[in-house]
């Protein structure tokens, strides 16, 4: 595990740490390994809730598909909360998620402006996509142009290009994981939704772990919404160099046993 650390972080651990918010794909769970969660993390997890800590995993997939894959590799462990499709919010309570109401409405009523407001650009953007690449380009209730590229080498070509767009539309963004993107309003991300979370429960940027891999989660990954940012190992080169740069930990291993890596760091005081 690398951290680049100011000497004045020396005293960290994880008992300072009242929020704890995880990636789901690639930084909590892993197609490719077995355990999909290592179970060393659940423990270290659930020990960390039974000391006070709120545990929120926040995702790009929608609310039945991560629960689908995190109730079957859980050991029974659930998240405090859960942030899904970067823009809504549900909180546990007696087995079931239930939506925060107040934020969910708001984020519904501030995309869908938004997506009126840009429906020409929209139609561009899809039929773009749709003239030059072997794409699949569809309309859900989330955002009027979602991609799955065929290939990474096409979702970087298509980022670019999207990407070029919105620098007349400052309103507006590319999420992107992966081959998968979607827009979105560009001041509802992950790293609002920790803001959410901290504020309903007044927790300082101090208290807060965020650990995440890939493009979406930049902006929770970012030292104005969480002290500790930690990347696995298996990290894009983009997130990479951006924990590096704000003085975060990088793990030696890849998605659970990198974040169990550098929550053992932490814990133990390792710099």
């Known amino acids: 595990m690398k951290h680049d650390a100011d000497t004045d972080k020396n005293n960290m651990s994880l008992d300072a740490i009242r929020l704890l918010c995880t990636d789901f794909d690639g930084t909590l769970y892993s197609e490719n390994m077995s355990p999909r ?25 929608d609310r039945d598909f991560l629960l689908e894959s995190l109730l079957a590799h859980n050991d029974g462990l659930l998240p405090d909360y859960i942030g899904v499709v970067e823009r809504e919010v549900y909180r546990h309570h007696s087995g079931d998620f239930n939506p925060v109401h107040d934020w969910n409405r708001h984020s519904q009523s501030v995309h869908q402006a938004l997506f009126d407001k840009h429906s020409s650009l929209m139609i561009e953007v899809s039929d773009w996509i749709n003239d030059r690449f072997d ?3 569809y309309e859900d209730k989330h955002s009027p142009v979602c991609l799955i590229a065929r290939c990474n080498e096409d979702a970087d070509q298509i980022h670019r290009f999207v990407d070029e767009k919105l620098k007349q539309h400052k309103d507006l963004a590319w999420v992107r994981n992966d081959i998968y993107a979607r827009f979105s309003h560009a001041s509802i991300h992950k790293g609002t939704l920790v803001g959410e979370i901290a504020k309903l429960h007044q927790i300082d940027r101090d208290q807060i772990l965020v650990a995440g891999d890939h493009f979406n989660d930049i902006p929770m990954l970012d030292p104005l919404v969480a002290q500790y940012l930690v990347a696995p190992g298996n990290s894009i080169p983009t997130v990479i160099d951006h924990v590096r740069k704000n003085k975060g930990w ?12 550098c929550l053992r760091g932490i814990g133990a005081g390792n710099q």
Do not use: F, K, Y
């Open 250 to 261: 990088i793990a030696s291993q890849p998605a659970g046993h990198g974040l169990l890596e």
């Open 135 to 137: 794409a699949h380009v």
């Open 37 to 61: 969660i290592p179970q060393d993390l659940i423990d270290c997890i659930g020990n960390m809730q039974q000391n006070g800590t709120i545990w929120m995993v926040n995702t790009g997939r």
